[in-house]
């Protein structure tokens, strides 16, 4: 049975960047008042990148492609899947993984998306890692991408500073050696109505919600006992303990929210990913975002064990545990 490893990261930042000072000053136009020290001290936010208008998930998910492909060191005519996991499809179809695939300038091999809102990067992880496992697939292409400022209410101050946009990308290969070690995902759907936008384009009209609404309140507590039980799951699974983890790279919703899973797993603070004051929560693009910048900074390296984790809307929620 082969394994699957992670051979190459990427990432791509749409270039503005929103301050939390610039952020407060534009809602205040509309009579409704927050402020960096708010923003700061409840969540760890300071920026978030916000994409132009008309800027599609599809094509900051292929500008990461092609830097985790650079990474890996493979042209795209290598990779035979591709799978994309957003919140914030272009279109409600195709898959924006099938226009990845064409402005890569490939074809032939499966693409498509994966729906698990902010958990979406390690359940495509782990569908990509079972594909290749089974000998579907050899070389894949997992990407987290939203352009989650176009679901934002921007006169809702209680969701509207806590996201930004942005895309990650890894690229896994087929190997010898272990790569992926233990994968676990989970859902509630019972809890659906905590994390939602809940519209559709339906007989030609927008029907429902076309917002992202939450319960903040709910969301942060489920998260904090979803993410530290499977995090210790997964590590049961592959036969380690906790102190064999290198670093915990958690989803970047809430500083508070990262450092009560640390505390819960015993994983001390030097040992997580953090750069939610830099991005903001990116949805399903947070978790290989944060891969990469720890990479790219020379934090994360070669051979080290790596706890990834997602939760968000469904509720869904899981880990994948790897050696890079
Ligand atoms: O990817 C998963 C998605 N999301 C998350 O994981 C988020 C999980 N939840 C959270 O991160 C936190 O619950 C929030 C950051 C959303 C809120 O923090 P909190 O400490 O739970 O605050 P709260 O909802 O209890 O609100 C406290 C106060 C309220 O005012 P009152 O009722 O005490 O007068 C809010 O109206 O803060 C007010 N508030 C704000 N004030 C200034 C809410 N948003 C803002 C804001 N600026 N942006």
């Known amino acids: 049975m082969p394994y699957t490893k992670i051979i190459g990261t990427g990432a791509y930042l749409p270039p503005r960047i929103v301050s939390n000072d610039e952020l407060a000053a534009q809602l ?32 900051i998910a292929t500008f990461a492609a092609q830097a985790a492909l650079k990474d890996a060191g493979l042209d795209a005519a290598d990779i035979d899947l591709i799978v994309v996991a957003t919140s914030t499809p272009d279109f409600v179809f195709p898959s924006t993984a099938c226009l990845v695939q064409n402005q890569l300038g490939i074809s032939g091999g499966a693409a498509f998306d994966v729906q698990a809102v902010c958990s979406g990067f ?13 000998g579907n697939a050899t070389k894949a292409l997992v990407i987290g991408a939203e352009v989650f400022s176009s679901i934002l209410d921007w006169k809702d101050r209680s969701t509207c500073v806590l996201f930004g946009d942005g895309a990650g990308a890894v690229v896994l290969s087929q190997s010898d050696e272990p790569g992926i070690l233990a994968t676990q995902l ?15 384009v339906s007989y030609g009209e927008v029907v429902g919600d076309p917002f992202l609404r939450m319960d903040g309140q709910a969301v942060f507590k489920f998260a904090v ?7 210790q799951d997964v590590v049961a699974q592959a036969g380690l303990t906790m102190d064999q983890i290198d670093w915990l790279i958690p989803h970047q919703a809430n500083v508070r929210i990262i450092n009560f899973i640390g505390r819960k797993l015993g994983v001390p603070t030097e040992k997580v990913v953090i750069t939610l004051d830099k991005h903001a929560n990116t949805s399903a693009a947070s978790v290989p975002l944060a891969l990469d910048a720890a990479r790219k900074d020379g934090r994360v390296q070669r051979g080290q064990t790596l706890l990834m984790q997602g939760v968000g809307g469904g509720f869904t929620w899981g880990s994948v545990l790897a050696r890079l």
């Open 186 to 200: 989970k859902a509630d759907g019972s809890q659906n109505h905590i994390l939602c936008a809940a519209g559709n």
């Open 28 to 59: 205040a136009q509309d009579g409704i008042e927050t402020s960096d020290q708010w923003i700061i001290e409840r969540t760890g936010i300071r920026q978030r990148h916000i994409a132009e208008r008309g800027v599609t998930t599809s094509q």
């Open 225 to 231: 006992n979803a993410l530290s039980k499977s995090g």
């Open 122 to 134: 390690v359940y495509a992880l782990t569908t990509a890692d079972a594909l290749i496992k089974a």
